[in-house]
């Protein structure tokens, strides 16, 4: 069976890594000059033809069984034609909606799920409404091409939305009330083309920076009637979009239950604890679901946690210890970019914590 994925990054290349044993072989469509250290060895990498159609696509990416993507900015457009010639998982609708703030919120109004009170904008006076009707502080967030915290600013008053305003008079913005939850927690799901449905336990989160910075799982600690009211809607969301494959629904806890604050329509960040705590992996998981074959259970027995290497420059082996196993992208190091992460697993949860701690102090000194 063969896989193409959109995209060379790190989650193309745990995809590829965690299904080679299933005898699945990958294709990754690459823009021009894209850097495709993460994939290397790992599958045929096809850059994107100047001016080819759907059809010789498809041929170029070895005509794959399914087309799936491991980014939201991708050509919906072209995922779309594609779907002519062989499955895309998830499918182009999906991909659009979630691919810009404005759409995702839409859809979470439409079917009555809740996420953070949010308005629209394009200019000052919509901008000056959205600021009346949610108070300050505001966060306001570039509808597309905005993750890992980019894209966003907080505005703590009217003075700074004016200062704002001097720099950027227009755009195309999904204006939040500032939250002050009491954690981050994930939820994440797979659904199988047959519609089989499995959920992973709820995440506990902890960003930096607006980049996520460690995983622990299960969470503990929130209220778990909360957690299961919001995986019904996100059982909801799936059936609506008729979506298949692994997505994410980051989550906000408040008083009195958990609001959206976004979805990842791909295998994600928050749950990459998955590869050495669960029965199968999200990245397995993922490739299973689009392929049609039986999801894995997705119960873990033990706690465990994911500290990511951002931007550091220690030699990643340092992070090999007993309970700990590292992933490493093959990429280059740069500031603020993520080279790997490492999984902790110990049969204490205290233990986890206690090694989770010690590795941030001496991965992040500051
Ligand atoms: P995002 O790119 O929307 O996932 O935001 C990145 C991080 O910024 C989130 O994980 C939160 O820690 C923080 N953040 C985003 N939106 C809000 C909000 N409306 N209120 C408070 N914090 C936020």
Known sequence: MRVAIFGCGQLARMLALASWPLNVRFSFLVEPGENTDCVQGLGTIVERPAGADAQQLYAALGHPDVITVEKEAVDTTLLQ?????????????????????????????????????????????????????????????????????????????????????????????????????????????????????????????????????????????????????????????LEHWQYVGVIAMECFVIDGGLVVNELAPRVHNSGHWTQQAAVTCQFENHVRAILGLPLGNTDTAITSAM??????????????????????YNKTVRPGRKVGHINIRHPEREQVLAILQQLEQQFYPA
């Open 81 to 237: 034609a594609l779907s002519a010639h062989c499955a895309v998982h998830p499918n182009a609708t999906a991909v659009y909606e979630s691919q810009n703030r404005r759409r995702e919120k839409m859809r979470l109004d439409a079917l009555g799920i809740p996420s953070t009170p949010h308005a629209f904008a394009s200019d000052a006076a919509s901008l000056k409404a959205a600021a009346d009707k949610l108070g300050f502080p505001l966060v306001v967030k570039a509808a597309e091409h905005g993750y890992d915290g980019k894209n966003q600013w907080r505005i703590a008053d009217s003075a700074a939305l004016d200062a704002f305003l001097q720099q950027q008079p227009q755009g195309d913005w999904v204006v939040e009330a500032f939250i002050r939850f009491q954690c981050e927690v994930s939820l994440l799901a797979a659904r199988s083309a047959t519609g089989e449905i499995r959920l992973y336990p709820a995440v506990l989160n902890h960003h930096v920076h607006g980049i996520l910075r460690s995983s622990i799982a299960p969470a503990q600690g929130v209220e778990p009637a909360w957690i299961e009211r919001m995986q019904q809607h996100l059982i909801r969301l």
């Open 307 to 328: 500290l990511n290497l951002i931007g550091v420059n220690a030699t990643p082996q340092q992070a090999l210890g007993a309970y700990t196993t590292l992933h490493w």
